[in-house]
């Protein structure tokens, strides 16, 4: 229980139906057989993930895709430009399937992965793979294997350890299961590029939206209170008027000396900040610190993803 696996042991553990820790690109996932319901039942149990909140199915190429999903024009679009890649496509679903795994939604959420590791555990199995964040449900996503095994260690198996993820923000995923692409959850896929194969394309992030009951308004708790501010300028004023020494300070930019901070990128690049995001959460909230000032972004690129997860984390 709880220990690096590699990834033949990976493999063998989930063919014989157990949960486990494997990196992707994005976040680290919580994966089981996606056709064995005892093991996606696990993975329900482990995160204490209610069972109204539909799982994606990691997948290794498009013709796996068609083999669990009903594949449009438009969506083999989107997965030749984007996949393997930090997007999830939510499509009609077939019986390959089992119900448990989209909360009997007819609708099934697809994602190619790009990490190596990843891509080899599914090759090598043969199984396509569903797999929620690996953290328990309301907390921040893991982006290294010590974070899955900290969090979940004993519920689980192991874990593949495929060093920090690149992207560290979960995937986009964007609804075409019916003639008009949705975007449900901002993430690692810029809104831009995809605009750039889809057009113009609307959003629909509410955490009241049925069809992605995972997107709730109050997520990411790194435990302690989280303040945001406008963007920086307007959190050095705040931080003028507190005791610097108990507040952590989420942050882009040069280096702020007062409290505790953690900087998302001195360079402010918003893929950068994106990376680093969950773990900046994570230290200061394993800090001694009463609470965390964070600043929101300029809205374009990664930056929206991130500002939707401090939203979400600021939200009590
Ligand atoms: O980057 C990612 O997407 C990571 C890695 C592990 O792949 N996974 C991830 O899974 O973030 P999770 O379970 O934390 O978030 C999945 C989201 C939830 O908000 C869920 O409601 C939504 O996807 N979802 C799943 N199936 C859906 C469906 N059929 N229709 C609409 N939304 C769906
Ligand atoms: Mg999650």
């Not at 056709?35 to 013709?63: G, M």
């Not at 999903?69 to 679009?77: M, V």
Request: proline letters at 7%; glycine letters at 8%; hydrophobic letters at 45%.
């Amino acid at each position: 229980m709880g220990k690096v696996l590699s990834v033949a042991e990976a493999v063998n553990a989930l063919l014989d139906g157990q949960i486990l820790g494997l990196p992707t690109e994005t976040v680290y996932g919580l994966g089981a057989d996606a056709t064995n319901e005892s093991a996606v039942a696990q993975v329900f149990k482990a995160k204490n993930r209610p069972r109204f909140d539909p799982l994606i199915v990691h997948v290794p190429t498009l013709a796996a895709v068609r083999d669990i999903a009903e594949l449009s024009e438009a969506a083999e679009q989107l997965f030749l430009a984007f996949s393997p890649g930090p997007l999830t496509v939510v499509l009609p679903k077939k019986n390959t399937i089992p119900d448990l795994v989209t909360s009997g939604h007819s609708t099934v959420a697809v994602r190619i992965p790009a990490h190596p590791v990843m891509l080899e555990v599914l090759h090598s199995s043969g199984l396509y793979i569903a797999a929620p964040s690996a953290n328990p449900f309301g907390f921040a996503s893991p982006t290294t294997a010590q974070h899955v095994l900290d969090q979940l260690g004993n519920l689980i198996s192991g874990v593949v350890d495929g060093g920090p993820c690149s992207v560290g923000i979960e995937s986009t995923i964007v609804d075409m299961s019916s003639g008009v692409p949705k975007v449900l959850r901002l993430g690692g896929m810029a809104l831009e590029q995809l605009e750039r194969v889809l057009g113009p394309i609307a959003t629909q992030l509410s955490s009241s939206n049925p069809n992605a009951p995972g997107m709730l308004t109050s997520h990411y708790n790194p435990g302690i209170p989280v303040q945001l501010f406008e963007n920086r300028e307007a959190l050095l004023a705040a931080l003028q008027l507190v005791d610097a020494d108990t507040i952590g300070i989420l942050y882009w930019g040069e280096t702020i000396t007062h409290g505790t901070g953690f900087n998302l990128s001195e360079r402010r690049s918003d893929t950068e900040a994106a990376t680093n995001l969950f773990k900046g959460l994570r230290v200061l909230g394993n800090t001694q610190v009463a609470q965390i000032f964070a600043h929101l972004l300029p809205e374009n690129g990664l930056g929206r993803a991130v500002n939707d997860r401090l939203q979400r984390a600021a939200n009590k």
